[in-house]
Protein backbone atom coordinates (compact mmCIF):
# COMPACT_ATOMS: atom_id res chain seq x y z
CA UNK A 1 0.00 0.00 0.00
CA UNK A 2 1.29 3.59 -1.01
CA UNK A 3 1.46 6.00 1.63
CA UNK A 4 3.22 8.51 4.39
CA UNK A 5 5.15 6.73 7.09
CA UNK A 6 6.22 9.15 9.70
CA UNK A 7 8.30 7.84 12.61
CA UNK A 8 8.91 7.73 15.32
CA UNK A 9 5.43 8.10 16.76
CA UNK A 10 6.33 9.76 19.64
CA UNK A 11 9.76 11.48 20.50
CA UNK A 12 11.25 13.00 23.45
CA UNK A 13 13.89 15.76 23.26
CA UNK A 14 16.48 16.99 26.51
CA UNK A 15 17.90 20.28 26.62
CA UNK A 16 19.81 21.62 24.30
CA UNK A 17 19.47 18.33 22.02
CA UNK A 18 18.76 18.36 18.38
CA UNK A 19 16.38 15.57 17.08
CA UNK A 20 15.05 14.44 14.01
CA UNK A 21 11.71 13.45 12.47
CA UNK A 22 11.63 11.40 9.76
CA UNK A 23 8.80 11.43 6.92
CA UNK A 24 9.35 9.33 4.08
CA UNK A 25 6.53 8.40 0.96
CA UNK A 26 6.40 5.88 -1.61
CA UNK A 27 3.39 8.06 -3.53
CA UNK A 28 5.75 9.28 -5.79
CA UNK A 29 4.60 12.63 -4.92
CA UNK A 30 6.96 15.44 -5.70
CA UNK A 31 6.03 17.86 -2.95
CA UNK A 32 6.18 18.09 0.51
CA UNK A 33 5.17 19.50 3.37
CA UNK A 34 5.90 19.98 7.28
CA UNK A 35 3.67 20.97 9.83
CA UNK A 36 3.28 21.96 13.23
CA UNK A 37 -0.45 21.04 15.43
CA UNK A 38 -0.72 22.34 19.29
CA UNK A 39 -3.95 21.59 21.19
CA UNK A 40 -7.16 23.61 19.55
CA UNK A 41 -5.29 25.01 17.04
CA UNK A 42 -4.39 24.45 13.19
CA UNK A 43 -1.75 23.47 11.13
CA UNK A 44 0.54 25.84 10.95
CA UNK A 45 3.48 25.25 8.02
CA UNK A 46 7.41 25.09 8.91
CA UNK A 47 8.97 23.91 5.50
CA UNK A 48 7.99 22.43 2.32
CA UNK A 49 9.77 21.10 -0.58
CA UNK A 50 8.12 21.34 -4.43
CA UNK A 51 11.10 19.31 -5.99
CA UNK A 52 14.55 17.71 -4.49
CA UNK A 53 17.00 19.58 -3.14
CA UNK A 54 14.96 22.66 -3.02
CA UNK A 55 12.77 23.68 -0.06
CA UNK A 56 11.46 26.74 0.90
CA UNK A 57 10.22 28.24 4.80
CA UNK A 58 6.85 28.34 5.64
CA UNK A 59 5.63 30.14 8.22
CA UNK A 60 7.33 29.47 11.18
CA UNK A 61 10.61 28.16 9.81
CA UNK A 62 12.67 29.45 12.96
CA UNK A 63 14.77 26.85 15.45
CA UNK A 64 13.87 24.03 12.64
CA UNK A 65 15.87 22.20 9.38
CA UNK A 66 14.96 20.34 6.45
CA UNK A 67 16.73 18.23 3.55
CA UNK A 68 15.03 16.93 0.82
CA UNK A 69 18.17 14.66 -0.78
CA UNK A 70 15.52 12.07 -1.73
CA UNK A 71 12.39 12.16 -3.60
CA UNK A 72 10.51 9.78 -1.00
CA UNK A 73 12.45 11.57 2.05
CA UNK A 74 12.04 14.92 3.84
CA UNK A 75 13.26 14.80 7.40
CA UNK A 76 12.48 17.55 9.64
CA UNK A 77 14.92 18.45 12.30
CA UNK A 78 14.25 20.36 15.48
CA UNK A 79 17.10 22.40 16.81
CA UNK A 80 18.02 23.24 20.07
CA UNK A 81 17.34 27.45 18.68
CA UNK A 82 13.49 26.11 19.45
CA UNK A 83 12.49 27.07 22.97
CA UNK A 84 8.89 25.64 22.60
CA UNK A 85 9.08 22.11 20.64
CA UNK A 86 6.44 20.21 22.13
CA UNK A 87 4.13 19.48 19.40
CA UNK A 88 2.42 17.50 17.05
CA UNK A 89 4.42 17.11 13.93
CA UNK A 90 2.36 16.40 10.48
CA UNK A 91 4.46 15.34 7.27
CA UNK A 92 2.36 15.89 4.17
CA UNK A 93 2.82 15.35 0.31
CA UNK A 94 0.94 16.07 -2.53
CA UNK A 95 1.59 14.70 -6.32
CA UNK A 96 2.38 18.12 -8.01
CA UNK A 97 2.58 21.62 -5.68
CA UNK A 98 -0.54 23.46 -5.50
CA UNK A 99 -0.69 26.16 -8.46
CA UNK A 100 1.20 23.61 -11.09
CA UNK A 101 -2.81 21.30 -11.92
CA UNK A 102 -4.95 23.86 -13.73
CA UNK A 103 -7.47 20.74 -13.88
CA UNK A 104 -7.88 21.54 -10.64
CA UNK A 105 -5.41 21.34 -7.50
CA UNK A 106 -4.52 17.83 -5.51
CA UNK A 107 -4.88 17.31 -2.14
CA UNK A 108 -1.87 16.54 0.38
CA UNK A 109 -1.78 13.38 1.89
CA UNK A 110 -1.04 12.96 5.24
CA UNK A 111 1.42 10.87 7.76
CA UNK A 112 0.15 9.47 10.90
CA UNK A 113 2.01 12.14 12.99
CA UNK A 114 4.90 12.37 15.42
CA UNK A 115 4.34 13.80 19.07
CA UNK A 116 7.46 15.43 20.12
CA UNK A 117 7.36 16.31 24.02
CA UNK A 118 10.85 18.06 26.67
CA UNK A 119 12.07 15.69 28.72
CA UNK B 1 -4.34 36.88 1.31
CA UNK B 2 -5.24 33.52 1.55
CA UNK B 3 -7.29 32.29 4.66
CA UNK B 4 -10.18 29.56 5.67
CA UNK B 5 -12.21 30.39 8.94
CA UNK B 6 -14.08 27.73 10.53
CA UNK B 7 -17.24 27.30 12.76
CA UNK B 8 -15.74 27.21 15.87
CA UNK B 9 -16.35 24.32 18.29
CA UNK B 10 -16.61 22.25 19.74
CA UNK B 11 -19.96 20.62 18.45
CA UNK B 12 -21.76 17.67 20.35
CA UNK B 13 -24.76 16.16 18.57
CA UNK B 14 -26.51 13.27 19.41
CA UNK B 15 -26.80 10.13 16.80
CA UNK B 16 -28.70 10.84 14.11
CA UNK B 17 -28.84 14.41 14.08
CA UNK B 18 -28.08 16.81 11.23
CA UNK B 19 -24.51 18.06 11.29
CA UNK B 20 -23.49 21.45 9.51
CA UNK B 21 -20.33 22.93 10.39
CA UNK B 22 -19.66 26.27 8.73
CA UNK B 23 -16.55 27.00 6.76
CA UNK B 24 -15.56 30.50 5.04
CA UNK B 25 -12.53 31.31 2.75
CA UNK B 26 -10.75 34.26 1.27
CA UNK B 27 -8.33 33.74 -2.04
CA UNK B 28 -6.97 34.74 -4.59
CA UNK B 29 -7.49 32.99 -8.17
CA UNK B 30 -9.57 29.88 -8.18
CA UNK B 31 -8.87 27.89 -5.29
CA UNK B 32 -9.75 24.32 -4.78
CA UNK B 33 -11.67 23.66 -1.63
CA UNK B 34 -11.19 20.61 0.75
CA UNK B 35 -12.50 18.81 4.09
CA UNK B 36 -10.02 16.99 6.28
CA UNK B 37 -11.05 14.47 9.04
CA UNK B 38 -8.30 14.21 12.27
CA UNK B 39 -9.54 10.95 14.18
CA UNK B 40 -7.03 11.17 17.93
CA UNK B 41 -3.50 10.66 17.83
CA UNK B 42 -4.03 10.23 13.75
CA UNK B 43 -2.90 12.54 11.13
CA UNK B 44 -5.57 14.07 8.73
CA UNK B 45 -7.60 12.31 6.05
CA UNK B 46 -8.91 14.07 2.76
CA UNK B 47 -12.80 13.70 3.37
CA UNK B 48 -13.81 15.42 0.27
CA UNK B 49 -13.02 18.03 -2.37
CA UNK B 50 -14.17 20.33 -4.83
CA UNK B 51 -12.00 21.96 -7.32
CA UNK B 52 -14.37 24.73 -9.05
CA UNK B 53 -17.27 27.14 -8.25
CA UNK B 54 -21.23 24.78 -7.90
CA UNK B 55 -19.05 21.47 -7.44
CA UNK B 56 -20.27 19.39 -4.78
CA UNK B 57 -17.65 17.16 -2.90
CA UNK B 58 -19.21 14.14 -1.05
CA UNK B 59 -18.10 10.80 0.47
CA UNK B 60 -19.40 8.80 3.56
CA UNK B 61 -22.68 10.61 4.06
CA UNK B 62 -20.92 14.15 4.04
CA UNK B 63 -21.41 17.10 1.74
CA UNK B 64 -20.37 20.08 0.87
CA UNK B 65 -20.69 22.62 -2.04
CA UNK B 66 -18.58 25.08 -3.40
CA UNK B 67 -20.23 28.38 -3.35
CA UNK B 68 -18.25 31.23 -4.97
CA UNK B 69 -21.15 33.93 -4.16
CA UNK B 70 -20.51 33.30 -0.85
CA UNK B 71 -17.11 32.15 -0.53
CA UNK B 72 -18.23 29.03 1.48
CA UNK B 73 -17.76 25.49 1.48
CA UNK B 74 -20.17 23.99 4.49
CA UNK B 75 -19.92 20.56 5.91
CA UNK B 76 -23.18 18.76 5.70
CA UNK B 77 -24.09 15.40 7.41
CA UNK B 78 -27.62 14.10 7.33
CA UNK B 79 -27.66 12.06 10.52
CA UNK B 80 -24.41 11.59 12.26
CA UNK B 81 -22.81 8.58 14.11
CA UNK B 82 -20.74 7.79 16.87
CA UNK B 83 -18.23 7.16 14.81
CA UNK B 84 -18.03 10.24 13.23
CA UNK B 85 -16.74 11.77 16.59
CA UNK B 86 -13.12 13.54 14.99
CA UNK B 87 -11.54 17.25 14.31
CA UNK B 88 -12.70 18.62 10.67
CA UNK B 89 -10.83 20.89 8.94
CA UNK B 90 -11.81 22.95 6.44
CA UNK B 91 -8.94 23.77 3.43
CA UNK B 92 -8.10 25.99 0.60
CA UNK B 93 -5.36 25.52 -1.92
CA UNK B 94 -5.01 28.61 -4.22
CA UNK B 95 -3.43 27.80 -8.03
CA UNK B 96 -1.54 31.04 -7.57
CA UNK B 97 0.61 30.18 -4.39
CA UNK B 98 2.36 26.94 -3.48
CA UNK B 99 0.06 26.30 -0.07
CA UNK B 100 -2.62 24.96 1.51
CA UNK B 101 -4.05 27.00 4.32
CA UNK B 102 -6.02 25.61 6.68
CA UNK B 103 -9.03 26.37 9.07
CA UNK B 104 -8.32 25.98 13.26
CA UNK B 105 -10.73 22.66 13.30
CA UNK B 106 -13.96 22.08 14.55
CA UNK B 107 -14.47 19.36 17.27
CA UNK B 108 -17.33 17.11 16.80
CA UNK B 109 -18.30 14.96 18.99
CA UNK B 110 -21.61 12.81 19.02
CA UNK B 111 -22.91 10.46 21.76
CA UNK B 112 -25.30 8.14 21.44
Known amino acids: DGGITQSPKYLFRKEGQNVTLSCEQN?????MYWYRQDPGQGLRLIYY???????QKGDIAEGYSVSREKKESFPLTVTSAQKNPTAFYLC??????????????????FGDGTRLSIL | GNSVTQMEGPVTLSEEAFLTINCTYT??????LFWYVQYPGEGLQLLLK?????DKGSNKGFEATYRKETTSFHLEKGSVQVSDSAVYFCALSDNTGNQFYFGTGTSLTVIP
Open chain 2, 27 to 32: ATGYPS
Open chain 1, 92 to 109: ASSITPAGWDRGGNQPQH
Open chain 1, 49 to 55: SQIVNDF
Open chain 2, 50 to 54: ATKAD
Open chain 1, 27 to 31: LNHDA
